[in-house]
């Protein structure tokens, strides 16, 4: 993806930014992307960050962004998937560099996706763990007790730990969050005449005369 397309994707992102928690002063790495304003310079190495928002809110659209910035500019990146819904193909659209990308995936639970977070965060050379965790942390919760431990993982790395879910999840255990928010449908230049619809067709039927 071409430095036009990046910054369009990320003008459409800018608008859907609710709110960014202040950071404690820590070292950076620069993403090149309106996350540097939001957080302060950049993605925070040794701390665990949340993007959040509901279905559709774009978070999970953040995550690739960020991760296509950092694997452009040579650094590796992982990613935990816990139900098997990233697409190679969709992220290499949006300009991930495939071959930096650790993909671990597989139907498990939360307990053993956050293990795999907190092992990745230890390799080193490894400048972002995404862990894209809504669905099974939805299924069950686990105890505050988790997120400190993948705190300390983080603190005692080079990494940052990005989770991806719907709500906040660690708590007082990340340093910040991004909440996203859907944004409604609006015209932006005159409305196309209406067009005619039966029940059950789900085609476009011709415009009415």
Do not use: N, Y
Not at 64 to 83: F, K, N
Not at 88 to 116: D, H, Q, T
Not at 167 to 175: H, I
Request: hydrophobic content about 45%; overall charge positive; charged content about 25%.
């Amino acid at each position: 993806m071409g430095e036009g397309a990046a910054r369009l994707a990320q003008a459409r992102l800018e608008g859907q930014v609710r709110s960014a928690d202040a950071l404690a002063p820590v070292a950076w790495r620069s993403t090149g992307t309106v996350f540097d304003e939001l957080l302060g310079q950049g993605l925070p190495r040794g701390r665990v960050i949340e993007i959040v928002g509901l279905r559709s809110s774009g978070r999970t659209a953040w995550a690739v962004h960020l991760a296509a910035a950092l694997t452009r500019a040579g650094s590796i990146c992982a990613w935990v998937d816990p139900e098997d819904r990233f697409d190679p193909a969709s992220a290499e659209a949006a300009g991930v560099v495939l071959s930096r990308i650790v993909w671990v995936r597989g139907k498990v639970s939360l307990r053993s996706a956050l293990v795999a977070i907190e092992t990745l965060a230890r390799v080193r050379g490894i400048a972002a763990v995404f862990g894209d965790l809504e669905a099974p942390a939805r299924r069950k919760p686990p105890p505050s007790a988790s997120w400190a431990r993948l705190a300390r993982a983080a603190e005692g790395s080079d990494a940052t730990i990005v989770l991806v879910g719907e709500t906040r999840m660690a708590g007082t255990f990340a340093a910040a969050a991004v909440e996203l928010r859907r944004q409604g449908a609006r015209w932006r230049s005159t409305p196309p005449r209406a067009r005619c619809s039966s029940p059950g067709w789900r085609r476009p039927a011709p415009l009415c005369p």
